[in-house]
Nanobody, 122 residues
Framework: QVHLVESGGGQVQAGDSLRLSCAVS????????LGWFRQAPGKEREFVAY????????EYDDSVKGRFTISRDNDKNMVFLQMNNLKPEDTAVYYC???????????????WGQGTQVTVSL
């Protein structure tokens, strides 16, 4: 069982930055990757970024590449999403998630947090 708790969301203006945090409590070993996803009103949840727990390999959706940075602190069981130059279209509920399998790291995550709201206004 893995529990994830996000924090750091808020309301900002376009061009501002936010840093999301996710505390990961894991009673069993085996997490391969940690990811961030988001869901805007009326839209399906979409992939934002992932990072592999052991090697720190990261990938991003094209919509956030160059603006967002995912990182992890394995000692503290934390994963972060630094979001710079935020745009109104980044407005969404952001979720962190964990995955045991190394296959298809942009999908099919096993455990999810409750989400944190990010609102970007002009």
């Amino acid at each position: 069982q893995v529990h994830l708790v996000e924090s750091g969301g808020g309301q900002v203006q376009a061009g501002d930055s936010l840093r999301l945090s996710c505390a990961v409590s894991e009673r069993s070993l085996g997490t391969w990757a940690l990811g961030w996803f988001r869901q805007a009103p009326g839209k399906e949840r979409e992939f934002v970024a992932y990072i592999t727990k052991r090697s720190g390999i990261a990938e991003y959706d094209d919509s956030v590449k160059g603006r967002f940075t995912i990182s992890r602190d394995n000692d503290k069981n934390m994963v972060f999403l630094q979001m710079n130059n935020l745009k109104p279209e980044d407005t969404a509920v952001y979720y962190c998630a964990s995955k045991f399998s190394a296959y298809d790291l942009r999908r099919h995550y096993d455990y999810w947090g409750q989400g944190t709201q990010v609102t970007v206004s002009l």
